[in-house]
């Protein structure tokens, strides 16, 4: 696996513009990470641990998976626990060093996922870590490990009113429209506004303020459109006071962008902060890793945020903005999730995107192998296969999706739709 930190030249490292070097260290990721998958902890089915031959077919051999079943385990049925990989080829990296199991692995890997491309993620670490694959395995690990730990599917699967019922103060930071997302920027990005000044650390616990962080994360997540990977974020830091500065709040916020979601930011607006801030300013910068500290730029004027954003899609509540929105939370409406209690659907659904994935797994093991195996097919043609196959993933996911999450404010405004997609209205 490569050792040595590689920068990503401009216009590539992402899906569709890898570099030959930039693929090699993608097939190095994915052949790590069923490494671990298959583990003496595995739950994946024996006949998708061989690389299947030139004349397999990679969809017989998941329907295979699908029907010789012996165990229950979350991708449906597994087999005994196969043989362990060679670890000498890895990092020595161990599941054990992360308290995770393969199927916590398993797990983490495929909810992290949802409706994106598959390399999409991998490539997120990768790029983080400059390419260095062992880096990159350990940075994912972590991770999943903090998402496991801290049940980051509870802001997905339950509602404002729940989590405001556990977290003290979740639902008034949507209420004060303390951060919210509306519209995208010139490249597409969602912008994130977040009001500075409605900030009080003491109106909500800690830990609410964290939940609310990445529920704010996971759902601008759905918001960020293919082919764009990032967000763009406003810190609109009028009327800021020394009263609303919250360090931990900081330092969780900048956890969050290096470690938890890399390369999801596309660029740090920091607006008409006073001078009060630049003190402030002076202990954050020190903890910002340069990539993060790189994206970000300062503002002085509202007509400066037009350089980023298009005035149509800029708020008229800044000077030079044309598009006539004011923020209004929507409460949840008390039968928007009674779809959930349709179980045999979901149930139904669940298993149909859980045997797509077990497709999409079986075509990368192939594509990983493909020019180390006499006889294999070409490496074009398991990629054509393998970038239809993710279409059907996102399609599959999305059946499902509001069987397991629960509708938020953005699907309640129709800008989230049950395909995916995010639809923006601009009132010029």
Known sequence: MAKTDIPTPPGTGLVGSLTPDQKEFLKQM?????????????????????????????ETASVKSKTSTTKKGWFGSKKEAAPAADESASGAIALSEYSLTSEQLRAALWNNILGDHPDSLMLRFLRARKWNVTN?????????????????????SKNEDELDSKYRGFKLQMEMGKSYVHGTDKTGRPVV???????????????????????VMETGRLMIQPPVETACLVFDMTGFSLSNMDYNFVKFLVQCFEAYYPESLGILIIHKAPMVF???????????????????????????????????????KYEGGKDQYTYEYIPPNPTENDIK????????????????????????????????????RSEEVIEAERLALTKELRAAYYKVDPYIRARNMYHRANVLQTDGSATWTYKN
């Open 30 to 58: 994915w052949a790590e990470m069923f490494r671990l998958l298959d583990g003496n902890e595995s739950s994946a089915p024996a006949d998708l641990l061989a690389v299947p031959s030139a004349s397999a077919n990679a």
């Open 278 to 316: 630049w003190g402030v300013w002076k202990i954050i910068e020190p903890w910002l890793d340069p990539v993060v500290a790189s994206k970000i730029r300062f503002t002085r004027s509202d007509k400066e945020l037009t350089d980023t954003i298009d005035a149509d899609h800029l708020p008229n």
């Open 193 to 215: 506004y977040i009001n500075v000044r409605l900030h009080k650390p003491s109106d909500q616990d800690p830990k609410a303020l964290e939940k609310f962080t990445v529920y």
């Open 341 to 376: 209690k349709d179980t045999a659907t979901r149930d139904r659904l669940m298993e149909e995107w859980r045997a797509t994935l077990w497709k999409f797994e079986a075509l990368t093991r192939e594509w990983v192998a493909c020019k180390k195996t006499e006889g294999a």
């Open 136 to 156: 990159g395995m350990n940075m994912i690990l972590k991770a999943f490990k903090w998402r496991t730990e801290d049940d980051i599917e509870e802001v997905k």
